[in-house]
């Protein structure tokens, strides 16, 4: 299937090195930030040794899914076995929010995995404008692929003491996303971690739930309790829920990251959380009906949060129960 003149011997070399610099100074105007480039290869043993411990320890029995395909989320090949490289993609969000926003900042209003696939799409029709035909797959948080070690791995960044990935440019408000192709573009350096010292994300996490680096309990994360968990909250539960700013999810610990004290606001209105989520008061989405919900939130990533949990966390956040 692939027949660009990448199968000439004699331009090889010369238009992989001529790809890359296309890549790097087109990805812009295809919506993203930051691209980086990875040998497809198995996860690094070091690593792949300690995921394997953290996700099969009680710290995240409650997301079972992360031990599911786990042979696979540490070696991609297997996924895509005839891909070469991985190119990793960073795409910007932040948008600066009133105190009294109840929402985090990655509430767009089209669910980003569905903005960043079409933007994903449009870039690999005019990659195959430039070399000739190619086998790809591209990814968005929608299969095992290890996007904060990939994006670590191509240079965009390092993943820092709360697990999430940090650039320099954008700090840590960054959609990842992966294109893996079956044709060889010299690797990146990896990011250099740049966290050092500081542990303002283990201090300030205001349910206690970062206990060192990287090792996070979910059982207590806002994020999870209000996303991901679909049982009754418990009394303990309601509690931490009740020390977070939001109704779902949690930015705390990148709010007070110092890589996220002067980066961009970005003006991208498919990729930031849209004026009329700010607006409206707090009395608004507690009179809304499960009909009213569902199409108030059905495109964006809050649809995956049932109705009755949106409400029973709002009703907890009210500090009504």
Known sequence: ???SPLKKQGK????????????KESINKFGFDKVGFSKLDKVEEKIALIYKDAVGSFLYKNLPYLQRNLEIRLNPELL??????????????????????????????????????????????????????????????????FEKY????????????????????????VFLSEIIVDFEIEPDVPGENLCVDCIECIRNCPAGAIESENRIDVKKCISYLT????????????????????????DTCQDVCPWNKKIPEKSDEEITIPDEFIEKN??????????????YFGRTVLSRVPYDVFIDNLKVFLKKV
Not at 91 to 107: A, S
Not at 159 to 172: A, D, M, R, V
Not at 282 to 295: A, H, P, Q
Request: proline content about 3%; aromatic content about 16%.
């Open 12 to 23: 090889h070399k010369k238009l992989r090195n001529d790809l890359k610099k296309i890549i």
């Open 80 to 145: 895509f076995p005839e891909g070469k490289t991985i190119i990793s993609l960073a795409t910007g969000y932040y948008k600066k929010l009133p105190e009294n926003c109840f929402f985090p900042k990655y509430l767009t209003k089209v669910d980003y995995h569905r903005v960043l696939k079409k933007r994903m799409k449009e870039f690999v029709l005019f990659l195959k404008k430039e070399i000739g035909d190619f086998n790809y797959r591209f990814f968005v948080d929608t299969a095992p692929v």
């Open 282 to 295: 707090i009395e608004f989405y507690l009179r809304m009906s499960k009909n009213e919900y569902n199409e």
């Open 227 to 250: 996303v991901e968990k679909r049982e009754k909250l418990t009394e303990e539960e309601k509690q931490l829920l009740k020390k977070g700013k939001y109704i779902s999810g949690c």
């Open 1 to 3: 299937m692939f027949n």
């Open 150 to 173: 990939w994006a670590y791995k191509s240079g965009i960044g390092w993943i820092g003491k709360n697990s999430l990935l940090i650039t320099k440019e954008f700090g840590s408000f």
